[in-house]
């Protein structure tokens, strides 16, 4: 496989391009986002406890809610601010003295980083929404200034331009989220914390390792995307050095996104993580991974996803079926919610495995791998938004009937019913209903694996029926039916949904059927980047 028709454009490297002419302060787009919520987390974290709670809790909402104004300008505008030569938008290079050792803060958003760039906006502040709701934990400021953090990470990993910052953004993000488990987590949060620490530090290593082999091998001297591109078109890795490239990636990526056989800390760490945290985390920083699979692995050693491809198949089943009869089995809805999160991320590797199905001997072999990669996104994107709505509304059926353990649950509807539409509501975007962005993504991933023999579709397909059957029966089990004990004696604390939990959950849900409506507000700037037409 010697092509990467979905690769970044070759041109320029990012740092000498100008701004686009249609908003001339689109630099400053980028680095906003990212510093509003580091200064406003550090603020708390630093002099919080000093600060009257009101003004914390504006401090914070103001700390969520520019990336997101940032991210919607942004996608607004990308057609417009985008650099027809590279792909990129946005960009802009901060100067920090270290440019010979290869590393630079570049940062720019192209057709694949935008969706996901958007989805960490809106993921985040939902997530400050619902950590200003009741329930304040101890040491408030820390615990917003934290998740500050996470977010600013979240956003500074899909905006870096430069594999060295991209890793560089996935500690920040990593490290807070450790430690809001381990200090405001679930009874089994220790556990949790420090298997994920363990599992995603490994991850991470192995990351590094493969971009540092990649960058000594390709003699460009640097990180940057754009100008590894250019190096690697004139002279592409050797096939066994693109193998251990890819090989490094895929395992160390793999790991961050909860790759089958190595899953195993993500259920725990999003069922014993605060309801915040768990969104952030099942939510934006699993597609860090896949992200990185995308992005820089598959284009840049194309030789080596061909070598992998096979195992990334089967790995990615594991994640389908394996995974999802363990979510069949979950009594506790939290952990069901964390199990299906897991399951369902074996569909986007799915789409990465369909990029080697391309070859260019073959006609529209070029859209075949456009079109794994491209739904891999949109599933990425549209997952990621469901999750985070299913794992608040966890959290506002823990608060009224003071227990998540599904076969307690029963009947709930009929005192709730605003929080009963609305959990079903984010169920069927989980499962891929139509009118939902998810639809989108899955029925593109299963159309990128039509070249393969019926049986092998078919048993990608089915992980879609097992996450109908434990979404739809675990939905049925809460809210319908006659009304269980624990929901009678909680009867004097169950009520509607406020307009902070609507909101909440509304602003993801309305996200996912603007996309699910209206595909390309995220397909055509995806088509653009990754070659597809």
């Not at 509003?36 to 914070?60: E, I, T, W, Y």
């Not at 599992?199 to 290593?205: D, F, R, S």
């Not at 999160?341 to 569909?347: E, K, M, N, P, R």
Request: with cysteine; glycine share 10%.
């Amino acid at each position: 496989m010697e092509t990467a028709c979905f690769s970044l454009p070759a041109n320029r490297p990012l740092a000498t391009l100008a701004p686009s002419p249609p908003m001339p302060d689109s630099e400053l787009l980028l680095p906003a986002a990212i510093a509003a919520p580091l200064v406003a987390g550090l603020l708390l974290v630093v002099s919080g406890r000093h600060v009257p709670v009101r003004l914390q809790a504006l401090l914070a909402l103001a700390g969520f809610a520019v990336p997101c104004v940032s991210a919607g300008l942004l996608w607004a505008n990308f057609s417009a601010l985008a650099d027809p030569a590279t792909g990129y938008a946005a960009t802009t290079t901060l100067p920090l003295g270290i440019a010979s050792l290869g590393v630079s803060l570049a940062l720019g958003v192209n057709g694949v980083s935008l969706p996901l760039f958007v989805l960490a906006a809106i993921v985040g502040f939902a997530a400050g929404l619902q950590a200003l709701q009741r329930d304040a934990p101890a040491h408030r400021h820390a615990y917003l200034g934290l998740l500050l953090f996470m977010l600013a990470g979240a956003l500074g990993v899909f905006a870096s331009v430069d594999i060295f910052f991209f890793h560089f953004f996935y500690e920040l993000a990593l490290v807070p989220a450790f430690i809001l488990i381990l200090q405001w987590g679930g009874i089994g949060r220790r556990t949790a914390a420090i298997q994920m620490a363990v599992y995603l530090t490994i991850g991470a290593m192995l990351a590094l390792a493969g971009a540092v082999l990649l960058v000594v091998k390709s003699g460009a001297g640097t990180f940057h995307l754009a100008a590894l591109k250019t190096a690697l078109a004139a002279a592409p890795l050797a096939p066994a050095v693109s193998s251990w490239v890819f090989g490094l990636l895929l395992a160390g990526f793999g790991i961050l996104a909860a790759l089958f056989p190595f899953h195993s800390w993500a259920p725990s760490a999003y069922t014993e993580a605060p309801a915040p945290v768990s969104m952030l985390h099942a939510g934006v920083l699993k597609t860090f991974g896949l992200y990185g699979l995308i992005q820089i692995a598959a284009p840049l050693a194309p030789a080596g996803l061909a070598a992998w491809a096979p195992w990334l198949f089967w790995l990615a089943l594991g994640n389908v079926l394996i995974v999802g009869f363990a979510a069949l089995g979950q009594r506790h809805l939290k952990e069901l919610v964390a199990y299906a999160s897991v399951a369902q991320t074996g569909l986007c590797f799915l789409g990465i495995y369909a990029i080697s199905l391309g070859k260019p001997a073959v006609a529209g072999a070029a859209n075949t791998a456009a079109a794994g990669a491209g739904a891999a996104v949109l599933l990425m994107f549209a997952h990621g938004l469901s999750v985070a709505a299913l794992f608040a509304l966890t959290r506002y059926v823990s608060r009224r009937t003071h227990t998540l353990e599904i076969h307690e649950n029963g009947g709930l509807a009929k005192r709730a019913p605003v929080l009963a539409a609305f959990f079903a509501a984010a169920t069927m975007a989980s499962i891929g209903l139509p009118g939902f962005a998810n639809f989108w993504g899955e029925l593109g991933v299963l159309t990128a694996l039509a070249k393969l023999p019926a049986w092998q579709i078919a048993l990608a397909a089915a992980g879609v029926v097992l996450v109908a059957v434990y979404m739809l029966r675990a939905f049925a089990a809460v809210f319908l039916g006659e009304e269980s004990e624990a929901v009678k004696k909680a009867a004097a604390d169950i009520r509607e949904m406020n307009w902070a939990e609507r909101l909440t959950v509304g602003l993801l849900l309305a996200a996912s059927l603007a996309v699910g409506f209206w595909p390309r507000l995220l397909s055509d700037s995806l088509n653009a980047a990754l070659g597809g037409k």
